[in-house]
């Protein structure tokens, strides 16, 4: 790292210093080397998360956004008046391709909050610009573009954060730490679930339509087959659809499953089966309505339920959480907080451990600053984030396998080396059905860029 010298200097050459990378990747160290310096961010994607994510690293006051991109002119006008309110009245240029944003080469930090079917091209492009990357769960749409962004983000020397932003909460680093210190004793069994009653209607139904005015249907479509518009694959709502998304898996088990594999220190699972359908919902999505996996970790076994036809809201207690077996007794980990419940056969030896304490409850709060802000902190001293993309993967490889399993219906083994799916145990039969859920098909033209 050249200390010596300063991000100006640097810009006052003119980029000849080096083409390209070398020269962003000097920017970078000098920057780093200039902690006080204001970061300069670019906004992919401007609906409910892109907003907030730039909300949060503008209320920093570390951070000014440069320029804002959506494929939908409302989206990104509404982002860029959000970004003036909170700057003081300077608004960032709006760009309708994201190029244009890895194109400009003052801009630091891209926020990519697209749908999930865009993340990985996006991604790997903004590598290659040298820009430093904050990317919303889950970080790709397949298996094999997941394991591309690891590759990226290591060969372009990367600073990432994943949106996983449970990892940043207190509570949550208390719950692990209780169980990383062997408190619960030794761990069997986890389960984690996300329930919900939408029933009978679900999102309801639409009638294909022309897209509203100001909107790039075609860009947005991005690498996914073309079809005629439809408002309930589109904003928001998309996240329903294997095209686009993984369904609950992706959408928020990725967020439960994070803390179970972070805290358990388990790579990979080894085997994978989802018995499920869309039951009940009387919409046209194609993610399942009800759904069960059981995975085999090796040393425990994880189960996910997931309903969406049945059971409190995600966000009241009981809605959602996750479950930690151990010899010792029960913890239960949600957003609201976590709760240990001490088994009998340990309560009678007074000398053992906390869990003489048999109901210990400790309250949560989830919020995104602290994760914004340890990404800003490793963006100028260069260090690894809290949910690096290397980590997250096999957190999505776990999330994706479970809809692979559900697609072909039947269960399934993990090779974590050749990163396929076999038959059997020994990994000895390639299950050739499964591997063709590990990748997908991409539209001309918006096909996934080597690295
Ligand atoms: N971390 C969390 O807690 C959390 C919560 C919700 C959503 N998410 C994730 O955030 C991402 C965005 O979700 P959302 O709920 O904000 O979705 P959304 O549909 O509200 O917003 C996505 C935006 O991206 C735009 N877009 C689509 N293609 C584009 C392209 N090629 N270039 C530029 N813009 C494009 C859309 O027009 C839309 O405005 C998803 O990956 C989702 O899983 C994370």
């Given at each position: 790292m050249n200390r010596n010298v300063t991000r100006r200097e640097l810009l006052s050459t003119g980029g000849t210093v080096a083409a390209g990378l070398t020269m962003n990747t000097l920017l970078r160290e000098a920057r780093a080397a200039e902690a006080n310096e204001r970061l300069t961010i670019g906004v992919i994607g401007c609906g409910g998360m892109g907003r907030y994510n730039m909300d949060c690293m503008q209320r920093t006051g570390q951070c000014d956004v440069a320029a804002v991109c959506d494929i939908d002119r409302q989206q990104a006008e509404r982002t860029a008046a959000r970004s003036a309110e909170l700057a003081g009245g300077h608004t960032p240029e709006i760009v309708p391709h994201y190029q244009r944003i890895l194109d400009?080469?003052?801009?630091d930090i891209v926020i990519i909050a697209t749908p999930d079917h865009w993340h990985a091209i996006q991604f790997l492009n903004a590598c290659a610009a040298g820009k430093d990357i904050y990317c919303e769960k889950p970080c790709c749409h397949n298996i094999r573009e997941g394991r591309r962004m690891v590759d990226a983000t290591k060969k372009y020397g990367r600073v990432v954060q994943i949106g996983?932003?449970?990892?940043?909460?207190q509570h949550f680093q208390e719950a692990r730490d209780f169980i990383q210190q062997g408190k619960l004793g030794k761990i069997t069994m986890t389960h984690t679930y996300t329930y919900e009653n939408e029933s009978p209607q679900g999102m309801g139904n639409a009638p294909d339509s022309e897209?509203?005015?100001?909107?790039?249907y075609n860009e947005w479509l991005g690498p996914a087959p073309l079809r005629p518009f439809n408002s309930r694959r589109f904003h928001g709502s998309w996240r329903w659809y294997f095209d686009y998304a993984a369904g609950m898996v992706g959408d928020w088990n990725v967020h439960l499953q994070d803390i179970i594999q972070w805290v358990m220190r388990t790579p990979y699972p080894v085997s994978v089966n989802t018995e499920g359908g869309h039951?009940?919902?009387?919409?046209?999505?194609?993610?399942?309505?009800t759904m069960q996996t059981v995975y085999d970790f090796g040393s425990y076994v994880q189960t996910f339920s997931m309903r969406?036809?049945?059971?409190?809201?995600?966000?009241?207690?009981?809605?959602h959480g996750m479950d930690f077996y151990g010899t010792n007794g029960m913890l239960h980990l949600s957003r609201s907080g976590w709760r240990i419940e001490g088994d009998e056969v340990n309560?009678?030896?007074?000398?053992?451990?906390?869990?003489?304490?048999?109901?210990f409850e400790a309250k949560g709060r989830t919020v995104y600053e602290p994760h914004v802000q340890d990404f800003i902190d490793c963006v100028r001293t260069r260090k690894t984030t809290i949910a690096p993309i290397e980590e997250h993967y096999p957190i999505v490889v776990a999330c994706h396998l479970a809809n692979v399993s559900y697609l072909a219906k039947h269960k399934i083994f993990w090779d974590r080396e050749k990163e396929l799916c076999f038959k059997d145990r020994k990994l000895t039969v390639l299950d050739q059905e499964a591997n063709e859920y590990l990748g997908r098909e991409y539209r001309k033209g918006y096909e996934l860029p080597e690295v």
């Open positions: 400009r080469k003052d801009i996983t932003l449970q990892r940043s909460q897209p509203p005015s100001g909107v790039d039951y009940v919902l009387e919409d046209d999505r194609d993610t399942s309505d969406k036809a049945s059971g409190k809201p995600w966000y009241v207690p009981g809605g309560w009678s030896d007074r000398d053992n451990h906390e869990l003489r304490t048999p109901n």
